[in-house]
């Protein structure tokens, strides 16, 4: 053992290094659920100070757990993609099903998994013209869906023509997308159409085109 270091003073340090391990998850834990909160409410660019405020740090302090406010989202998006991640599986419907049970089922799962990521997903499209990392995490989502279609719809893709096939896996995609999503949400709550409704029928009026 070192010079001058007992066994109680070595076991008082590591205790002393664990729990300032433990207070800083704390407290990344609690900025990361008070932006969570704050973009539930519809705040999608909330200051460090206001984040800091909600969760009871201050300012300052905050950025010894991240880098700035940037990562402070990305920390966000990340741990909300992780949670929501089981729901993507719900897309891969069994392409040997009817049509309009795989129509059904797929227009439910949007609208499940959108609602779950609604405020994340609009936060993360309003950071992303400056963030390669932001970018890239849609671009990879948008990827993840568009290969649950093709499983999906395989039948009806297969059945195309090469250009056809291409076509109809692009306006699949924009149905699916979550811009177009959202933009039924928002006008269904003024108009009163309902989402779901509204993509089945999107979707079963593409895949029941001859080409």
């Not at 109680?8 to 704390?26: I, L, M």
């Not at 900025?31 to 009871?56: I, K, Q, W």
Request: net charge neutral; charged share 30%; proline share 4%.
């Amino acid at each position: 053992m070192a010079s001058g270091m007992t066994e109680d003073s070595s076991a008082a340090f590591r205790d002393e290094g664990d729990g300032r391990h433990r207070r800083r998850q704390r407290n990344r834990e609690a900025a990361l659920d008070a932006l969570e909160a704050m973009l539930d409410e519809g705040n999608l660019t909330p200051t460090s100070a206001e984040v800091a405020a909600r969760a009871g740090l201050s300012a300052r302090s905050m950025f010894r757990y991240f880098d700035d406010v940037a990562d402070l989202h990305q920390e966000a998006v990340v741990r909300i993609a992780a949670r929501v991640a089981p729901m993507l599986e719900t897309l891969a419907i069994d392409p040997s099903k009817p049509l309009q049970q795989r129509v059904d089922g797929m227009a439910r799962a949007l609208d499940r998994l959108y609602g779950a990521v609604r405020t994340s997903a609009l936060a993360a499209r309003l950071r992303a013209p400056g963030s390669e990392e932001f970018t890239r995490q849609i671009v990879e989502a948008r990827n993840i869906v568009r290969a649950y279609l093709q499983t999906t719809f395989g039948p009806e893709l297969r059945s195309r023509p090469a250009r056809a096939r291409h076509t109809l896996l692009a306006a699949l995609e924009v149905w699916c997308s979550f811009e177009t999503q959202y933009l039924l949400r928002e006008r269904g709550a003024v108009e009163g159409s309902d989402p779901v409704k509204v993509t089945a029928l999107g979707l079963a009026a593409l895949l029941r085109d001859q080409p």
